[in-house]
C-alpha cells in the first residue's frame, strides 16, 4: 500500500497507527473492543521557509506588532488582532495532586508552599525594541526570598502569527524541584470547542503517558477535566503541535508549537481556586477560560502510596525556553 505524501507546512506528518481489536463479543467485552495499539511517525514535511519578519512599531504609547498590540511602557499584551487574550505570565505553579503532598518518600508540596512559588510575583526590569522583535524582562520570585526566576519574554511577528520565545533561569539556591514551567493566559469565556493535533485523548505528564497517543482530536473546555474526589492538577495535555479554541462563531485563538511540542490545560477556574477546593463541587466556573501552555512539569510519581517522582522525570531548576506562536482565528 503507497504511504499518504506529507504536505508542506505546519505540522505536516504522516502517523501509522495500529490496533487490535475483537472481532467477536465475548464475555469481559464486546466486538471492536481495543486490546492493544501502536504507532510510528512514518514521514514529516520539511520545514516551510521562513516568512520576514514585521518590524513593531511605536505610536502613542502603543507597540504594534503583526497582529499584537502591547503597552509600549508595561511591555503587557493589550489585544491579539482584537482578541483579548490577557498578558501571557510565566507560570510556574501547579495544584498539587494526592502525589505531591505524599506521605512516603519526601513530599514536595509543602517545600513548594514554604517556599512560596503558589504566590509568586513579577517585576518589570525592562522593555524595549530589538530589530525585528519586542523584548521584556522580569523578574518573578516569591516575596523575601534569595531565589527566582529571570525571565525573558522575546516578542516577534510573521505571516499573520506573533510569536512569543520565552526564556526561564532559575538562580539563587533552590531546595526542590520546579512544580512547572510555561505561560499563563485568561482567555474570553465563549471560547470553549477544543481542538489540538497531538497526544491525547486523556491527560498525560512526562512519567505517565504511555496510555496516548498522537492523533487529532476535540473536546471541550469542561471536557478536558479529569474530576478527581480531591480537587488538584490534573487534565494536561502533553506533545501538542498546534492547539485551536473557538467560541460558538467559530472564531478563537491557534496555538502553534515552535519548539516543536508544548503542554496545554484549559479550565474555567485558575490554579489557586483548584488548590483552595476540597470538593468539586466548591470550583465555580469564572467568565474566562484560564489557559496554560508548558515547556514542562515536574512528573507526578506515585508518593500518595509508594515511590515519588524518579530522577529523570524531576523538574530540576535552570534554563527552560518555550516557543509558541499565537494567532487569531476568524469566524
Request: proline share 8%.
Amino acid at each position: 500500500m503507497p504511504l499518504p505524501t506529507v504536505s508542506g507546512g505546519e505540522g505536516g506528518q504522516v502517523w501509522l497507527t495500529v490496533s487490535v481489536r475483537l472481532a467477536h463479543e465475548l464475555p469481559w467485552a464486546g466486538a471492536g473492543h481495543e486490546i492493544a495499539w501502536g504507532q510510528g511517525l512514518l514521514a514529516e514535511a520539511a520545514p516551510a521557509p521562513a516568512p520576514a519578519p514585521q518590524r513593531p512599531v511605536t505610536e502613542r504609547g502603543r507597540v504594534r506588532l503583526g497582529p499584537g498590540l502591547f503597552d509600549a511602557r508595561t511591555g503587557r499584551l493589550l489585544c491579539l488582532d482584537g482578541l483579548a487574550t490577557g498578558t501571557p505570565r510565566l507560570g510556574a505553579w501547579r495544584a498539587p495532586t494526592d502525589n505531591d503532598e505524599g506521605t512516603h518518600g519526601v513530599p514536595v508540596a509543602p517545600f513548594w508552599r514554604a517556599l512560596g512559588l503558589d504566590r509568586l510575583t513579577e517585576r518589570c526590569l525592562s522593555v524595549r525594541a530589538d530589530g525585528d522583535a519586542f523584548q521584556v524582562r522580569t523578574r518573578v520570585a516569591p516575596a523575601a526570598s534569595d531565589v527566582g526566576l529571570e525571565v525573558t519574554y522575546r516578542w516577534s511577528a510573521a505571516a499573520g502569527t506573533l510569536w512569543l520565545d520565552l526564556q526561564a533561569r532559575a538562580v539563587g539556591q533552590w531546595p526542590c524541584p520546579l512544580p512547572r514551567i510555561g505561560l499563563d493566559l485568561a482567555l474570553p469565556g465563549d471560547l470553549d470547542a477544543v481542538q489540538w493535533f497531538g497526544r491525547g485523548p486523556g491527560e498525560a505528564y512526562r512519567d505517565v503517558d504511555q496510555g496516548t497517543r498522537v492523533g487529532r482530536f476535540t473536546d471541550t473546555v469542561a471536557g478536558l477535566q479529569v474530576p478527581y474526589l480531591r480537587p488538584q492538577e490534573n487534565g494536561h495535555r502533553i506533545g501538542t503541535r498546534w492547539l485551536e479554541l473557538r467560541g460558538a462563531d467559530g472564531a478563537g485563538l491557534r496555538v502553534s508549537g515552535g519548539g516543536p511540542t508544548f503542554g496545554f490545560t484549559a479550565r474555567r477556574w485558575d490554579d489557586h481556586a483548584l488548590d483552595a477546593a476540597r470538593h468539586p463541587h466548591e470550583l465555580v466556573a469564572g467568565e474566562r477560560v484560564h489557559l496554560r501552555l508548558d515547556a514542562d512539569h515536574h512528573g507526578t510519581g506515585s508518593a500518595s502510596c509508594g515511590p515519588g517522582v524518579l530522577p529523570q522525570h524531576q523538574l530540576t531548576p535552570g534554563l527552560h525556553s518555550l516557543r509558541v506562536g499565537l494567532s487569531r482565528l476568524p469566524g
